[in-house]
């Protein structure tokens, strides 16, 4: 018996924004309960292991960055200031447990539900807020919406102008260097001297 899409999201909502809180073994013993459970399914064993392949990139800056900039006594203290820190270790473990967790809890999520049982979910847990602030919260979403959809267009016309600028740009070289344009390879007094 799986739960509704409604207690299955505030329950996402609410280990998306306590555990980052929480912070050192909680996320890892938190990590291991959703790794077990994620690996249960051949089905959503790929999924999961899929999701985690899309973050490697992510993963490693954040790696490189807790390591090597977060301040604290040395991990390798032979390597001097080249040696990452420990407490940069262990943000490094934490986070990365911590995303880790959120990003196979939404695999599963949008596996086990459909996009009607979710979209309804949304509306209910909107619901739960009072009214006035559901509504206000509701209009800046549109308003954002409707503002990114405007960006995109200005940078989509943007880029047409800039290709249409390069474009006539390799034209008209293109005909100086072929010779095409009167008086093109002269200099301004050879010009003027032949007319």
Known sequence: MKPTAHAALLFLLLIAFVLPWQGGMVNVVVALLVLAFAMHGSGRRKAVLRAWLRLRWLLLSLAALALFFTPGAPLLPAFGDWSPSREGVLLLV?????????????????????????????????GLLPAKRADALARRMALLLASLTHAEQLLRQRRQVERNWLDALA??????EQGAVPGAGQGPDEGRASS
Request: aromatic content about 6%; proline content about 0%.
């Open 94 to 126: 934490d986070r990365t447990a911590l995303l880790m967790t959120l990003s196979a809890l939404a695999v599963i999520f949008l596996a086990a539900y459909s996009r009607e049982e979710i979209v309804g979910a949304l509306r209910r847990s909107l």
């Open 171 to 176: 034209r008209s070289l293109l005909d100086v």
